[in-house]
């Protein structure tokens, strides 16, 4: 696809005026990361925003201990909140972002997307409704962390991940750790319990689910 294929998936960009549709044409870079690849460490500036058409970034955060928690993911046609957080405050980024999968992107300039902001309402609201979206994802997060025991949360992940008995997840304790908030030495022993149940199978960077009902009847 070419440049302004990338940009007719923007999600405001149809209903845009003829002068924003010409700023943005102007304006617009497309960046490529591969999945794997880094959008922002913690503490870069953000002197660009992007807003994703293909695939997927996994905004996480890392403490001290090395534990690491994922945030949210930024899908299609959606925007970092963070981003946009660092954007209006000139702070630097708080957390870090990463492609999950091969993905691209429609990059503006800071500046001009401020501006954007205060001059139209398609782009405000855009904006309005990305931040609703991630305020209730966070929201979401800090009560399934606070309130949800771990065993119940891991539970939960591989029924989501892995609906049907016998299916193959493909991923290591280490990935789960990230995504559920968690150090991979505890998932790594509520799975080997999981296994000795009888309820799922542990290969090397597999994960097979034998007996969803006797896994959910463990953390009840």
């Known amino acids: 696809m070419n440049k302004q294929d990338f940009i007719k998936k923007l999600p405001f960009y149809h209903e845009a005026p ?5 700023e943005i044409n102007n ?5 490529q990361l591969k999945n794997g690849d880094y959008y922002f460490h913690e503490g870069d500036s953000c002197a660009n925003i992007a ?3 293909e695939g997927r970034i996994r905004v996480f955060k ?3 201990s090395g534990r690491v928690i994922t945030l949210y993911t930024v899908e299609e046609q959606e925007t970092c909140i963070l981003t946009t957080f660092c954007l209006l405050s000139d702070r630097t980024y708080p957390a870090t972002a990463q492609a999950e999968l091969n993905t691209q992107a429609v990059i503006f ?3 001009v997307f401020r501006q954007w902001m205060n001059d139209w309402d398609i782009v405000r609201s855009f904006v309005f409704t990305t931040m609703t979206n991630r305020v209730s994802d966070m929201m979401a997060l ?4 606070t ?9 939960e992940f591989l029924a989501e991940k892995s609906p049907q008995t016998n299916s ?3 991923i290591t304790h280490e990935q789960i750790a990230m995504q559920i908030g968690s150090a991979r030495e505890v998932i790594s022993r509520l799975l080997k319990e999981f296994e000795r149940l009888g309820a799922l199978e542990l290969r090397r960077g597999q994960i097979i689910l034998k007996d969803l009902t006797l896994l959910e009847n463990a953390v009840k």
């Open 51 to 53: 807003i994703v058409v």
């Open 147 to 155: 309130f949800k025991k771990l065993d119940r949360r891991l539970v």
């Open 62 to 64: 890392t403490g001290e």
């Open 142 to 145: 800090i009560e399934e962390i």
């Open 109 to 111: 300039p800071a500046p």
């Open 168 to 170: 193959v997840l493909q």
């Open 18 to 22: 003829d002068r924003l549709k010409s």
């Open 27 to 31: 304006t617009a870079i497309i960046a």
